[in-house]
Nanobody, 123 residues
Framework: HVQLVESGGGSVQEGTSLTLSCAPP????????MAWFRQAPGKEREGVAA???????RYADSVKGRFTIPHDGAKNLLFLRMETLKPEDTAKYYC??????????????????WGQGTQVTVS
C-alpha cells in the first residue's frame, strides 16, 4: 500500500514560517499532481493548496498570499511553504496525490494516495 510521507510539522509562534514536504514513494509517474489538505480539531478536512500537470496552482482563500506550493519536479517532492502563520492555521496537514489528476482540485475523491498527516500548531 503506497503511502505519501509528510514531514516538517511542529509547534511555532504566530507570524513565523514553516515548510512542509511530501514525498510520494512508489506512485506511478506523478508530476504536479498533488495537493495539501488540513483538518483542525472539530472541523472537516479542507483543501489548502493544489497543483496540476499544467502547473496551475490553487489556494484556499484563507491562505492566499501566505502559502505557496513549490514543487521539486526532479525529485517529485511537493512542499507547502507557510508564512505569517496564524493560530487558525493550527491543524493536521495532509499531502494527497493522484497521477490521474487533470486539474488542481480540492475534491478529496480525486486523490487516491494520502499521507498520514503532520501536525502544525501555531500559538
Amino acid at each position: 500500500h503506497v503511502q505519501l510521507v509528510e514531514s516538517g510539522g511542529g509547534s511555532v509562534q504566530e507570524g513565523t514560517s514553516l515548510t512542509l514536504s511530501c514525498a510520494p514513494p512508489g506512485i506511478p509517474y506523478c508530476r504536479d499532481c498533488m495537493a495539501w489538505f488540513r483538518q483542525a480539531p472539530g472541523k472537516e478536512r479542507e483543501g489548502v493548496a493544489a497543483i496540476d500537470p499544467d502547473g496551475t496552482t490553487r489556494y484556499a482563500d484563507s491562505v492566499k498570499g501566505r502559502f505557496t506550493i513549490p514543487h521539486d519536479g526532479a525529485k517529485n517532492l511537493l512542499f507547502l511553504r507557510m508564512e505569517t502563520l496564524k493560530p487558525e492555521d493550527t491543524a493536521k496537514y495532509y499531502c494527497a496525490a493522484d497521477p490521474r489528476l487533470v486539474t488542481a482540485t480540492f475534491w478529496e475523491a480525486d486523490y487516491g494516495y494520502w499521507g498520514q498527516g503532520t501536525q502544525v500548531t501555531v500559538s
